[in-house]
C-alpha cells in the first residue's frame, strides 16, 4: 500500500467503486479505494439488484438513467459480465388516486425523454400473469426497468476502476481520520496511514462512524429489509417458453410489495409499515457477509395483499427469506457532495438504490472533485440539504416514516408527522391557538394556514383543490385590501462584516451593494453562471451586511461563503459571516393598512419619504429593537421585521393589538406563496436552480456586468451576448378543480417551426425541433434513456416544463411559472399553450406582465 493518493474512497460497495472508476475515468490515477472486507461486504451483496429510472426528483431520475446506461459501457472495459435483465415494469394503481399519481409520472416522463405508457390492468396482466387485474385501475408501463447481478456489477466498476489506473486495498480497516494545517488529510488504517488531498465517505453501513471520525453525525439509519425467492413455479417457466422472454417487473402501492423473476421464480420485496431499524446508534466493525433473522410476520400484511393481487404467487413454496439492512436518508436520497466546515471531504453515502443510482452518484460527484462542479442539478442529493435538527434522534423517526412510505403517495399539501415538532419559535403555541396548519420548514413549525373557528386545523390532502382553498382565498384578500401579518421566521439569515466585506459580497454577487440604509436583490453564480443563490442584502453600516435567502440552502451557502473567503494568511480572513438561523426571527405585514399599522409602533417617521421602498432600517418596533426591510414577498406595500426571539411575542402582540382598527389578519406561507405568484417573482429551488443562468430565470436587471470581476461573470456576459436558449414565463391555466403542482410538461402548437436546440429540464438530453416537425435527439448515455413516446401530438409539441404554481386568489387566476424556449417566451397569444394537469391537457396563455399590480406602484407607495 503507497503512502500517498490525491484521493482515497473509504468502502467497497457499488459506490465506492463507482466513485473510484468515475474519478480514474476523469483523469485522477493516483487514487485508491481501502474497504475494510472484501468488495460488497456491506449491503451490496445481498441487494435485490433491481434498478430503474424513475424517481420522484427530476433531476435523480437523470442521474438513475445514467447509470442504466452506463452498465454496458463498464462491462466492456472490464470484460465482467453484470448479468443485466432489462425487463421493464409496471406500476399497478388501485385507487383513483394513485392514478392520479402516475398520470403525474407519467406527464413528467414527457419532458424527461422516458418511455413510459399508462396501460390498462388487462395490458399489465399480459406481461405479468401471476395478478389478478380485478384489483387495479390502470398502471404505468416503464420499458427502462431490470435486474442484475450485485456482485458482478461492483466487480465490474472495480476491474474498469483498476484498468484505468486506480488501487484497491481490501482486508483493511480505516481506524482514524485526522487533517493537516494544510489541509491535508491523514487515513489511518489497520496495515498503516496514507496521506491523501481528498477523503471520500463510501462507507455504506458505516458510513456515520466514517463521518464521526471528523466531527460529523450523518443523517442516515440502516433499516431492515426482507424479500423472499419462490421456489421454481410451472407459471413462470411456461410464460418464459411461449413468450420467449421473462416477466416483468411489478410495483403495487397498495401492497407495498415490488416483485420480478428470479430464475424460474419469484422475487417479492416488502416496505412494510411496521419497519425495523438496524443498529441505529452504532454500526459494528465486525459485522459482514451476513444476514438478520427473517421476521415473515413482520411482513405479514404486506405478504396478505400481494397474495390476493397476485394469486399466482400465493401458491408456490419459499425457498429462502433475505433481511439485510440498508441505509437510508431521511428522505430516501443519497446524501452527496462536500461536507461544509471541513477541506475535501467528501459523501457518496445512503444510496439505498445503489444500482439505479450508484452510477450517477459517482458521475456527479467525480465531476464536483475533479471540475468543482457537479455538472448536474443535485441538490435532491446533497448532503447540505439538511441542518443541524437532522440528530440521530430526529434522523431514526424520519427514516422509520420515510421507508414505511416508500411505496406510499406524497400529495402536494401532505406534511408528514415523525419528529415533529423539532424546532419551533416563540409564536408557535400562539399559531397553534390561532388555528394555524403547520408546517415543516427545514425542521422548523412554520404556519400554512389558519383554518376557520370550530373546524379542525388539518389538511385534506388531494391533487385537487382542497379544504384550505376557501381560508388561503381569505387571507390573501384580507391582506390585499386590508393588512395581514405572517411569521417570516423560516428566511435563512446572515451577517458578513469586517473590513473587506463588501469586496467580498461584489465577488460572490451579480448585483452592486447598496449604499448603507438601503436593500438589493441579487442572484449569486457559480464558476459556469448558473444559479446557486437568491439574496436580499441590506448594508447596516459600513462594512456590515444583513442578508437573506432561502432557509433550505443555508448550509448549501455557508459552504460556498466558506470557500471563497478572502484568505489574508493561511486559514485566515478578516471578514466574518455569522448564520443566525433561529437566533434571529421575523414577522412580515403586508398590505395598504400597513404603513399606518406599523407607525403605531414606532416612534420615528416611516412616511413613503422618510422610510422608502427598499430602505433598512434598526427601530423599536413595539418597544423592541428590532430591524425593519421595507419590502415584502407579497409584491404589496409592506414591510420585514426582524427580532430576536426573546422579542418576538411582544412585537406580535403589539402587531395585533393596533391592527384590529385596520382589519389585520393572521396569514400562513401558502398565501404567501399565493400571492407572489401574482406578482410573477421566483422562487429558490423552483425557478432558480443551478441548471438556469440568470437570463434564462428573468433576472435580467439584477446582474451588472459593468461593475468588477464577480464570479460566473464572464458566462453571464456570453448568455446575453449569445441570448438564452430558455426563459422563465409565467402562465394564466384555464384549470378545472386543479392547478399545478411543478413538473408538468408545456406543450406548444408549432408545428415544423424550429426553435432551436434547448436543454431538457434536467439535462435528460437536448430537443431539437426541426423543421420537419421531428424531434433530434441526442444518443449517449448522459443524454437520455430511451426514444422520447407522447412528446410530438400532430402540430403540438412539448417545448417546456412546469417549475411551480398553484391558484391566485386576489387575481381569481390558476397561474403557474416555467421555462419554454426563448422565442415563445414573449408570445402572450391564445391558443399557443396548453399545460398538462393530471392527465388533460389545459389552455394556457404567457402572461408576460404580473397580473396584480404591474407597475410595482403598491408595493412603492
Known amino acids: 500500500m503507497k503512502s500517498h493518493a490525491k484521493a482515497i474512497v473509504i468502502g467497497g460497495g457499488v459506490v465506492g467503486c463507482s466513485v ?79 392514478m392520479d399519481f402516475l398520470r403525474l409520472a407519467h406527464a413528467k416522463g414527457r419532458y424527461l425523454g422516458m418511455d413510459t405508457e399508462l396501460i390498462t390492468p388487462s395490458e399489465a396482466k399480459a406481461m405479468f400473469p401471476l395478478m389478478d387485474e380485478t384489483n387495479f385501475v390502470g398502471a404505468m408501463w416503464d420499458p427502462v426497468e431490470g435486474h442484475l447481478d450485485p456482485s458482478g456489477t461492483t466487480h465490474a466498476y472495480a476491474k474498469a476502476a483498476r484498468k484505468l489506473g486506480a488501487e484497491i486495498v481490501l482486508r483493511n480497516r480505516v481506524v482514524e481520520l485526522t487533517q493537516e494545517v494544510d489541509g491535508t488529510w491523514n487515513v489511518v488504517t489497520e496495515q498503516g496511514t496514507v496521506k491523501a488531498e481528498h477523503v471520500v465517505n463510501c462507507g455504506g453501513l458505516w458510513a456515520r462512524e466514517i463521518g464521526r471520525m471528523v466531527g460529523v453525525e450523518l443523517p442516515l439509519l440502516a433499516m431492515e429489509h426482507m ?31 415490488y416483485t420480478r423473476q428470479e430464475r424460474n421464480g419469484i422475487l417479492l420485496g416488502t416496505y412494510e409499515k411496521a419497519c425495523k431499524p438496524w443498529s441505529p446508534v452504532n454500526t459494528p466493525w465486525d459485522f459482514g457477509h451476513e444476514l438478520l433473522q427473517p421476521d415473515i410476520d413482520r411482513i405479514a400484511p404486506s405478504l396478505e395483499i400481494g397474495f390476493k393481487h397476485f394469486p399466482g404467487i400465493e401458491k408456490a413454496g419459499i425457498k429462502q427469506i433475505i433481511n439485510g439492512p440498508f441505509t437510508f436518508a ?68 424520519k427514516v422509520r416514516e420515510n421507508y414505511s412510505r416508500r411505496f406510499s403517495i406524497r ?47 388539518k389538511d385534506i390532502v388531494s391533487f385537487h383543490r382542497s379544504n384550505d382553498f376557501g381560508p388561503i382565498g381569505e387571507e390573501v384578500r384580507a391582506t390585499r385590501e386590508k393588512v395581514g401579518v405572517t411569521e417570516i421566521a423560516n428566511f435563512a439569515k446572515y451577517e458578513v462584516s469586517g473590513p473587506g466585506s463588501e469586496d467580498f459580497l461584489n ?32 448594508k447596516a453600516g459600513e462594512e456590515r451586511f444583513m442578508i437573506w435567502s432561502s432557509s433550505a440552502a443555508q448550509k ?44 403605531k409602533l414606532v416612534d420615528v417617521d416611516i412616511s413613503t419619504k422618510a422610510f422608502r421602498f427598499m430602505d433598512f432600517r434598526e427601530m423599536a418596533v413595539g418597544g423592541a429593537p428590532c430591524m425593519v426591510n ?40 401558502r398565501a404567501l406563496l399565493s400571492m407572489r405568484l401574482e406578482k410573477n417573482f421566483p422562487t429558490w429551488f423552483r425557478e432558480l436552480r443551478p441548471i438556469y443562468g440568470p437570463l434564462e430565470g428573468a433576472m435580467d436587471r439584477f446582474v451588472k456586468l459593468e461593475k468588477n470581476d464577480f464570479i460566473g461573470r464572464e458566462s453571464a456576459a456570453r448568455e446575453q451576448a449569445e441570448g438564452p436558449k430558455l426563459r422563465r414565463v409565467s402562465f394564466i391555466v384555464d384549470a378545472a378543480d ?63 416544463w412546469v417549475t411551480s404554481g398553484g391558484y391566485a386568489h386576489y387575481v381569481q387566476k390558476s397561474l403557474a411559472q416555467g421555462y419554454v424556449p426563448a422565442a415563445l417566451a414573449a408570445n402572450e397569444s391564445a391558443g399557443l399553450f396548453e399545460i398538462e394537469i393530471l392527465g388533460s391537457r389545459r389552455p394556457a396563455r404567457i402572461n408576460v406582465e404580473p397580473p396584480f399590480d404591474p407597475s410595482g406602484e403598491k408595493m412603492r407607495a
Open 507 to 538: 465577488r460572490l454577487m451579480t448585483n452592486r451593494m447598496p449604499k448603507t440604509g438601503r436593500i438589493v436583490l441579487t442572484p449569486m453564480l457559480n464558476e459556469f453562471g448558473r444559479l446557486i443563490g437568491d439574496f436580499t442584502i441590506a
Open 20 to 98: 473510484l472508476y468515475h474519478l480514474a475515468k476523469a483523469g485522477w490515477t493516483d487514487i485508491m479505494l481501502i474497504e475494510r472486507s472484501e468488495l460488497t461486504s456491506g449491503s451490496s451483496w445481498h441487494a435485490a439488484g433491481g434498478f430503474h429510472t424513475l424517481n420522484g426528483d427530476p433531476n435523480v431520475a437523470k442521474l438513475q438513467a445514467y447509470t442504466v446506461q452506463l452498465y454496458r459501457e463498464i462491462e466492456e472495459l472490464s470484460g465482467q459480465s453484470c448479468s443485466l435483465h432489462l425487463t421493464g415494469g409496471v406500476m399497478m394503481a388501485d385507487t383513483p388516486e394513485r
Open 227 to 257: 424479500y423472499l425467492l419462490t421456489e421454481p413455479m410451472p407459471e413462470v417457466e411456461e410464460f418464459n417458453k411461449s413468450t420467449g422472454r421473462e416477466m416483468i417487473g411489478v410495483m403495487d402501492f397498495k401492497g407495498e410489495i
Open 738 to 800: 386543479a392547478d399545478v403542482m411543478g413538473d408538468e410538461p408545456i406543450w406548444a402548437k408549432v408545428g415544423g417551426k424550429d426553435y432551436g436546440t434547448v436543454e431538457k429540464p434536467h439535462g435528460y438530453g437536448a430537443a431539437r425541433f426541426d423543421t420537419d416537425g421531428k424531434e433530434v435527439r441526442g444518443s449517449s448515455a448522459a443524454e437520455g434513456a430511451s426514444a422520447v413516446r407522447g412528446i410530438v401530438d400532430g402540430d403540438w409539441r412539448v417545448v417546456g
Open 630 to 669: 421595507r419590502i415584502t414577498y407579497t409584491g404589496d406595500l409592506g414591510y420585514e421585521i426582524w427580532m430576536a426571539p426573546a422579542y418576538q411575542r411582544l412585537v406580535y402582540k403589539a402587531i395585533k393589538d393596533a391592527g384590529e382598527e385596520f382589519g389585520l389578519v393572521d396569514f400562513g406561507m
Open 330 to 397: 431521511l428522505d430516501g436520497n443519497p446524501l452527496v457532495g462536500p461536507v461544509q466546515g471541513l477541506t475535501n471531504f467528501w459523501c457518496a453515502c445512503a444510496v439505498m438504490a445503489g444500482f439505479s443510482q450508484g452510477g450517477g452518484v459517482g458521475l456527479a460527484l467525480s465531476n464536483w472533485m475533479v471540475h468543482g462542479d457537479p455538472g448536474f442539478d443535485v441538490w435532491g442529493m446533497d448532503v447540505a440539504r439538511f441542518g443541524e435538527w437532522a440528530t440521530l434522534r430526529y434522523t431514526n423517526a
Open 411 to 457: 400529495f402536494p399539501n401532505e406534511e408528514l408527522p415523525a419528529a415533529r415538532p423539532a424546532q419551533t419559535t416563540p409564536l408557535y403555541d400562539t399559531m397553534l391557538a390561532n388555528n394555524a396548519v403547520m408546517g415543516d420548514s427545514w425542521g422548523l413549525e412554520t404556519p400554512l394556514w389558519f383554518a376557520p373557528k370550530g373546524t379542525e386545523p
Open 556 to 599: 448549501y451557502h455557508m459552504r460556498w461563503f466558506e470557500k471563497h473567503l478572502p484568505k489574508d494568511a493561511p486559514g485566515t480572513s478578516q471578514v466574518r459571516i455569522h448564520r443566525f438561523d433561529q437566533t434571529l426571527v421575523g414577522l412580515s405585514i403586508a398590505g395598504p393598512k400597513s404603513r399606518d399599522l406599523l407607525q
